[in-house]
């Protein structure tokens, strides 16, 4: 049987008016729950603040749920999104997620992102039974995290690449065989992602108006397709990679991870980085959070990584990381500095 999952229902609305009379388990965040906390009246039952996408740490929590418990609620971002949708498919209870930032879009997803044996593996737990969106709440958060999921839409450039890389070297499977016109349209929404990239970096309510509907319409497309390679790629393998290494000492957001993923994948498939570059720091996305020995490091076990976890065939699995070309990304991109 194939599943062509659906978005989540949507609402855009004040928070102070939502109402909610079932009993509720809430996954969230210190900060998240400063900003939303005081305008939501929850009838909580059980509140836990998750600080990690470990597999079996989701497991734990899902079978500690009190059995009172009627809905589940993820407010703040991926981390709470991803433990909500998980609790609840494992409880078989409604999810509702409250974003307090537009960071990923795991919020839309059918998918739970969990870390397992060293590398990122998907759930497919079907997607939140409602998302609700608050614009105050969003434009209010602070710009290194406000609209970095516009990172999964330029994304699409180094996925795109990876994507027809490994179709001319016939690597794809049949179920991810490359697809000129799902390419075309999945280029199209990074296209626009590049215009919006600067208002949504300034807060700009439109923008980020703009980056809900192409998060919307990107997510829907890999629902479609039923697999993600236009939007996954080498970039997002090096933010697996590397991630470890910095939850190990100092916790660095997604985008941060990805956003440098994307300037060594575009560079190793020989872009003009300097407009990628541009767009995502004007997105507000930081691209300074990365120790360069981390990068190097890591680089270094690129093409053993991706075998390693059978990732989807990509740049780098051809890769040579000797010392001359990593170094030679590393000035490329501006990351070793």
């Not at 729950?33 to 996408?53: C, D, F, R, T, Y």
Request: charged share 20%; hydrophobic share 45%.
């Amino acid at each position: 049987m194939t599943t062509i999952w659906p978005l989540p229902e949507i609402e855009i609305r004040d928070l102070r008016t939502v109402i909610e009379n079932r009993p509720a388990a809430l996954l969230t965040s210190g900060p998240a729950w400063s900003a939303a906390g005081p305008l939501l009246n929850l009838p909580l039952v059980i509140q836990a603040e998750p600080h990690k996408a470990d597999h079996d740490f989701f497991k734990m929590l899902a079978a500690e749920l009190p059995p009172q418990v009627e809905v589940i609620y993820g407010v703040g971002g991926g981390l709470a999104s991803d433990a909500a949708k998980f609790i609840g498919w494992v409880n078989k209870l409604p999810v509702v997620t409250i974003p307090t930032a537009l960071s990923v879009d795991g919020f839309f997803t059918a998918l739970v992102a969990v870390r397992e044996h060293g590398t990122v593996h998907y759930v497919t737990t079907g997607p939140a039974s409602k998302v609700i969106i608050d614009w105050e709440i969003i434009r209010s958060a602070p710009p290194h995290i406000r609209g970095t999921g516009i990172c999964e839409l330029l994304s699409i450039v180094t996925g795109l690449l990876d994507w027809r890389y490994a179709a001319e070297r016939n690597r794809n499977t049949p179920e991810t065989r490359f697809q000129p016109w799902a390419a075309g349209l999945a280029a199209g929404i990074a296209q626009q992602a590049f215009k919006i990239a600067a208002g949504v970096g300034q807060g700009k309510i439109e923008a980020l108006t703009n980056l809900l509907d192409l998060m919307c319409l990107e997510v829907q497309l890999t629902n479609q397709l039923g697999h993600n390679r236009p939007q996954e790629g080498s970039e997002q393998y090096f933010a697996y990679a590397i991630e470890p290494l910095t939850a190990s000492g100092y916790g660095v957001p997604y985008a941060d991870l990805v956003g440098p993923g994307i300037l060594i994948a575009a560079a190793l498939h020989g872009q003009d980085i300097q407009p990628i570059q541009d767009t995502i720091r004007s997105a507000g996305i930081r691209l300074d959070q990365l120790r360069p020995d981390d990068i190097r490091s890591t680089l270094a076990r690129m093409p053993e990584y991706v075998r390693q976890h059978n990732l989807p065939y990509s740049i780098f699995n051809d890769f040579d990381p000797n010392p001359e070309k990593i170094a030679d990304i590393l000035a490329k991109t501006g990351l070793g500095n």
